[in-house]
């Protein structure tokens, strides 16, 4: 298995613009999770689907971020429209009955907004 | 879910073992105890987990005090790329359950030739 897939690694764009991330999980992995992290703050949860259904967006910043998971092999964050703040390295990770035994990271997308 | 203490930072001579402690003085009976490691760049890793008894993997072992309150990660031959920070994290889980596996600021190993 090539593990979890993150699409792009890096993205830079202007302030305003709107910004998709996107994740392939492992196969048969029923859980997917996205994590956000910056010097300051460390990894965040943002939110986390099962089965391809949200469960918990608390840790979503605010209505400008989005999530949808619309089948089983893929996710999409979307940012719009960006804000310098959303800087940082976004993660996605999946994991087979809730990280029993570990969640698997992908290597991230590192966003820059100017 | 409970949270843990870590030292910030340690260093660990290259084929020495490395001993990262951590604290978790508040873990209820239905937790479990899980170490990750970020090797800069990369996502995080799963690295082993256990509820109260020790634990051994390929990477690593898990020592667990009685009492549940502390845990030992020992890596037994440390090698340049175990540098990395490592995270100690306490929460429900093991089983199905759902339980949000929330990272504090680990702590940062330095493998040194």
């Known amino acids: 298995d090539a593990g979890v897939i993150q699409s792009p690694r890096h993205e830079v764009t202007e302030m305003g613009q709107e910004v998709t991330l996107r994740c392939k999980p492992i196969?048969?992995?029923?859980?997917l999770f996205w994590y956000r992290q910056t010097m300051m703050r460390g990894l965040e949860l943002l939110i986390y689907?099962?089965?391809?259904?949200?469960?918990?967006d608390s840790g979503m910043p605010e209505d400008r971020f989005s999530a949808k998971m619309p089948n089983a092999s893929f996710s999409t964050l979307k940012i719009q429209p960006s804000e310098p703040r959303d800087s940082a390295v976004y993660f996605c990770?999946?994991?087979?009955?809730?990280?029993?035994?570990?969640?698997?990271f992908g290597s991230g997308t590192r966003l820059t907004v100017v | 879910d409970a949270k843990t203490t870590q030292p910030p930072s340690m260093d660990c001579a290259e084929g020495r073992a490395a001993n990262l402690p951590c604290n978790h003085s508040?873990?209820?009976?239905?937790?479990?105890v899980y170490w990750y490691r970020q090797i800069h760049s990369q996502g995080p890793q799963y690295i082993i987990h256990?509820?109260?008894n020790n634990e051994t993997n390929e990477m690593a072992s898990l020592i667990i005090t009685e009492d549940r309150k502390s845990s030992t990660l020992i890596l037994p031959h440390a090698t340049l790329r175990d540098t990395a920070v490592y995270y100690c994290?306490?929460?429900?889980?093991?089983?199905?359950?759902?339980?949000?596996?929330?990272f504090g600021k680990g702590t940062k190993l330095s493998v040194k030739p």
């Open positions: 994290i306490v929460r429900v889980g093991g089983g199905g359950s759902q339980g949000n596996l929330i």
């Open positions: 990770a999946s994991s087979l009955n809730a990280g029993s035994y570990g969640y698997t």
């Open positions: 689907f099962n089965n391809n259904v949200p469960i918990d």
């Open positions: 508040t873990i209820s009976g239905n937790e479990y």
């Open positions: 196969s048969g992995h029923d859980y």
């Open positions: 256990g509820l109260k």
